[in-house]
């Protein structure tokens, strides 16, 4: 089993995406890729090649499932590639909905930074168990 | 008073009301009616009757004239010879009939000539002073007299008298008959039998005031009593045509009368009033029996009326009730019935609909609010989180100080968020409690375990005493949350280095208590009544105690009540906190792994 290493981020919020910045790589020594949306990550998905990938649910324009859709349909998603949701929305009903969906897990927001990293390597674990 | 028994109330007396009106109305016209219609019918048997009886007198009369026709010799113009008339008379066999009592042939000045019946001191005897000669002499043509009362009988007689006349014109003479009421009598045969009962048959004289008949017999001819003692006899001298009359002792009748010109008689009927307006008082019974039972159906009807009136505006409330009660029920009718009920459900529905598109409306927003608060949170939150944690290098002291008082402001910003969400959703019926059974120990174990980091800041221990490993049917998630709660209050409210009592024991049999004791200054006396209510938190006695929400202990509530359990408090050292759910399940002992991660 390989350890996680590079993590794809698709977050629509840039003050978001500074914090995951700082938590994954500063303070969880992690490689991170952030997209802005969900077109930026389709169109990088295949150069970066993540171990993980990490998806808003609420974007502007392509949603976090539909992204999710679109990886899927482009064929960048391995089978051991583990995706998970990023979502303030945690209501029971919505969080079924994602797991239906077939993402690995979700994290809800607000997220520690500090803990971040090692809650991706645990779901990392987890997945590849 | 129920709406339906009102209507039905009112129904009822307005138709008992009714009826008797119509009762007592109808009764009266009845009455008068039947005793209209009973003086009608026996005032025409009366008209018969005397009819037949001045026919009859009519019919002696022209029998006495046909025999005053073959008097008179037509070669000489005057009446035959003495020894004629004597045989004429004897051969007239209708006049002889007519008159068993005597014919007699008078002289031109009314002086007995002639007679078939011998009677002493009759003939040679000058009649003209009396009134009925008097009265023949006045008007030339046959009479009948009044009744004479015979002076030996003390019956009356009458006494017909026809002129006997020439061609001219002349009278010749005069023949007359004699009727003796006590042999014979003038009234018809077989007069209704009826007559001859309590009804009262009456015949008087009224110018000689006597009974002439009782019945229809003339036998008992009697003097009338004076005015005012027999009321009858009064009400036939009155002549009084019909009508009422009451006696003295105190017999109502119904009175028809008749004269009898010829006789100046008078003919009287009473009839008991009660036996005249027996028909009528049978006629009524039926009457009442049929409103008896229209009454009752009405009564009925409107018994129906009301009910199919009400039963609906019942079925509405229930289900108005029942949506209060369960907020996430919206029942949406089917608008049938009278109008207005109609008009109601529509009402009701438009009700309903609205508080759907509300409560749709309510979940949408906190889920915006959710979303549109959580994701600056994430951001500021975690750069405090990172700023304190130093990744973005030292901090000097003061800096660091600022940044701990921003993190923990941050935090409870969360937590309030978080609170106010729950709150939301628990008091919207939007949770969802998936119950069952599982044992407290290690729920109660994992909450200690995951509080302990705080705790131990301020050397705080716990003590479990769980000794019976109890079991409860609950949601693991939510109680969770509960417990959560109460032991963070207890935390808080601790002085430094205190302790934690956590107790599980069975409360009755059917239920399971925790109470959860700290060792601070319990709840003030004046914040007791209001602790479970939202944002009623204690003054901030603690630096601690400042990280509160104010929902926590609402939402506490709000959750073991909807798993049909209760809350409470009482102070000892410090504060008692116990809540008491429903003991675990036979059928499922087993407690539930996942339960506890929440």
């Known amino acids: 089993m390989t350890v996680l290493q590079r993590v794809l981020y698709v977050e629509d919020d840039p003050d978001i995406s500074e914090i995951a910045a700082l938590a994954l790589e500063a303070v969880g020594g992690l490689t991170l890729k952030g997209c802005e949306s969900g077109h930026e990550a389709l169109a990088e998905v295949d150069s970066f090649a993540p171990d993980l990938i990490l998806l808003d649910v609420m974007m502007p324009g392509m949603d976090g499932p539909e992204t999710l859709e679109a990886l899927r349909r482009q064929g960048s998603i391995s089978s051991d590639t583990p995706v998970v949701f990023v979502t303030a929305k945690v209501h029971p009903e919505e969080l079924r909905r994602y797991r239906e969906m077939g993402v690995t897990d979700v994290i809800s927001k607000p997220f520690d930074p500090m803990t971040l990293a090692n809650e991706l390597r645990a779901i990392w674990e987890r997945f590849h168990a | ?598």
């Open chain 2, 1 to 598: 008073m129920l709406l339906r028994n009102r209507i039905v109330l009112i129904i009822c007396l307005a138709s008992v009301l009714t009826m008797t009106a119509m009762m007592v109305t109808v009764y009266q016209l009845l009455l008068d009616d039947y005793e209209y219609l009973v003086a009608e019918h026996e005032s025409s048997s009366l008209a018969d009757l005397s009819h037949q009886v001045e026919q009859g007198l009519q019919q002696s009369l022209i029998a006495l004239e046909s025999v005053s026709w073959r008097l008179v010799d037509s070669n000489t113009g005057t009446l035959y010879p003495l020894k004629e008339l004597e045989a004429i008379m004897q051969q007239s066999r209708l006049a002889n009939d007519r008159f068993p009592d005597g014919l007699l042939i008078f002289d031109a000045d009314a002086t007995a000539i002639a007679e078939n019946i011998h009677v002493p001191g009759r003939l040679g005897t000058n009649y003209a002073d009396r009134a009925h000669f008097r009265r023949l002499f006045k008007s030339g043509k046959p009479i009948i007299s009044e009744p004479i009362i015979g002076r030996t009988t003390g019956l009356p007689l009458l006494s017909f008298l026809v002129p006997v006349l020439s061609d001219e014109g002349k009278r010749l003479g005069i023949v007359g008959g004699v009727i003796d009421l006590s042999k014979n009598n003038i009234l018809p045969e077989g007069i209704d039998e009826n007559w001859q009962d309590d009804n009262t048959f009456l015949i008087i004289d009224v110018n000689n005031r006597l009974f002439v008949s009782m019945q229809q017999k003339f036998d008992e001819v009697q003097p009338l009593p004076p005015p005012g003692q027999n009321a009858l006899v009064d009400a036939a001298s009155r002549n009084l045509h019909s009508g009422q009359v009451t006696t003295a002792d105190n017999q109502r009748y119904v009175v028809v009368t008749r004269e009898l010109a010829d006789l100046g008689w008078i003919m009287l009927r009473a009839i008991p009033y009660q036996r005249a307006i027996a028909p009528a008082r049978k006629s009524f019974a039926n009457f009442s029996i049929i409103s008896l039972f229209i009454a009752i159906t009405v009564a009925m009807i409107g018994w129906w009326v009301a009910c199919s009136l009400t039963r609906p505006l019942e079925y509405i409330a229930q289900r108005i009730d029942s949506m209060a009660d369960d907020p996430s029920e919206v029942s949406i009718l089917t608008a049938k019935g009278g109008p207005e009920i109609q008009s109601l459900t529509r009402a009701m529905n438009r009700l309903a609909k609205e508080r759907q598109a509300v409560d749709r409306l309510k979940d949408d927003f906190i889920s915006s609010v959710s979303h549109e608060l959580r994701t600056p949170m994430t951001s500021l939150h975690g750069s405090l989180k990172l700023l304190n944690a130093g990744v973005t290098g030292d901090l000097p002291s003061k800096a660091r100080s600022m940044i701990e008082l921003a993190l923990r402001n941050s935090e409870r910003l969360q937590l309030l968020v978080r609170d106010l969400l729950d709150f939301n959703k628990l008091i919207s019926g939007n949770i969802v409690f998936e119950r069952q059974s599982f044992a407290l120990s290690e729920l109660l174990q994992q909450a200690v375990n995951d509080i302990g980091p705080m705790a131990a800041e301020c050397g705080i221990r716990f003590d479990i005493h769980d000794d019976q490993h109890l079991g409860v049917w609950a949601d693991a998630q939510r109680l969770r949350q509960v417990v959560d709660n109460l032991l963070s209050n207890a935390v808080k409210h601790s002085p430094l280095g205190g302790e934690v009592r956590i107790t599980t024991e069975p409360a009755s049999p059917e239920r399971v208590r925790v109470t959860v004791s700290d060792q601070g200054s319990g709840v003030p006396d004046e914040f007791s009544p209001r602790i479970f209510e939202r944002f009623a938190q204690a003054d901030r006695g603690s630096k601690r105690a400042v990280t509160g929400t104010g929902l926590g202990l609402a939402i506490a509530r709000e959750l073991i009540m909807r798993m049909d359990g209760a809350i409470g408090f009482y102070n000892t050292e410090g504060a008692n906190f116990w809540f008491e759910l429903p003991k675990a399940r036979e059928r499922q002992q087993e407690p539930q792994e996942e339960s506890t991660l929440g």
